[in-house]
């Protein structure tokens, strides 16, 4: 484990930590889709990149089954004690966790595949995240990333307020730095990496009506990113009012009938080269 905490855009406070669980609740289909697509199966070991709150190790975790191991990797002391004890509430005997910052760690060893959901989103160089952790993957095996497309994320069709939305919560990720269509270049990056020929697939998920999950995600990442906003001069507090925006985008929804359109989650896949 290395000592230092990377600064990390979102934070891993409480009320993080339970926007990642309900962000992944809302990922959870096309997340099994993509690991089903990639070929992770039973007896394999996997390493969970920026595992956050947990969910994927624990998808992870219920695919590789008694015979595979998971291992979730975390830069944050705090998500990891969130991750374990959630880990140990489901009675998940074939995880554990490390912490460490990807780009410190060093492992002796080899596995099955490594899979990473919104995380090389974060990291200066995400091809080169990419090929290190490759060199840990046996011939054969297979990395995974998942990542967004955020551009396309709002209600359809769009409202001034979900407009509003879809515009900060892109420009406060670009003003940090980091690309929130990361998703959508996820080939060239594989293919940056060394991992040519990756198959990239986006699945879209649609929300009708009614359904409180946009309201949900955007007021979520939008208090998560508040302060970013504000710093940036973005926004100010009082023109995002974050107490009333889950409720006004709910109404937003409802009364225009439109279909909300998360962003989309793009899962990319390689197998690994005999070396
Ligand atoms: C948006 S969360 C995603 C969590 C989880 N993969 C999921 O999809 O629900 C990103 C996670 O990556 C972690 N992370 C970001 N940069 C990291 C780094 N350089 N090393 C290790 N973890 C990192 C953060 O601490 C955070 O928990």
Redesign the pocket.
């Known amino acids: 484990m290395t000592t230092t905490e ?1 600064p ?1 855009l ?1 934070g ?1 406070e409480p009320d993080e930590l339970r926007r ?1 669980e309900e ?2 609740a809302a ?1 959870a289909p096309a997340t099994r889709a993509i690991l089903a697509l990639a070929g992770i199966e039973p007896g394999m070991r996997v390493l ?6 947990g ?2 190790a624990f998808e992870l975790s219920r695919v590789v089954g008694p015979s595979g191991s998971v291992v979730g ?4 002391s705090k ?1 990891l004690r969130w991750a374990a004890s959630r880990c140990e509430a489901q009675g998940l005997r074939n995880v554990s966790f490390v912490h ?4 410190e760690m060093r492992l002796t060893g080899q596995v099955d595949a490594v899979v ?4 090389l989103l ?2 200066p160089d995400p091809a080169a995240v990419l090929r290190k952790f490759a060199g840990y993957v046996r011939p054969g095996g297979v990395v995974v990333s998942m990542e967004y497309e955020m551009s396309v994320a709002g209600l359809l069709p769009a409202t001034p307020l979900s407009e509003r939305v879809t515009h900060w919560i892109m420009a406060a990720f670009a003003r940090s730095g980091l690309d929130p269509s990361l998703g959508a270049r996820l080939g060239a990056v594989f293919a940056d990496a060394g991992l040519s020929g990756a198959t990239v697939l986006g699945l879209q998920a649609y929300r009708p009506p009614g359904d409180p999950t946009g309201s949900r995600m955007a007021a979520g990442i939008i208090r998560t990113l508040l302060p970013v906003l504000t710093r940036t001069g973005l926004a100010t507090p009082e023109e995002v009012g974050i107490d009333t925006l889950g409720q006004r985008f709910f109404e937003d929804h409802v009364n225009s009938g439109a279909t909300f359109r998360p962003p989309t989650l793009v899962g990319a896949w390689a197998r690994v080269a005999g070396r």
């Open positions: 990377t990390y979102l891993n990642l962000q992944a990922l969970d990149l920026g595992t956050g709150a969910d994927v990797i975390d830069q944050s998500a460490d910052d990807l780009h990473g959901r919104l995380v974060y990291t």
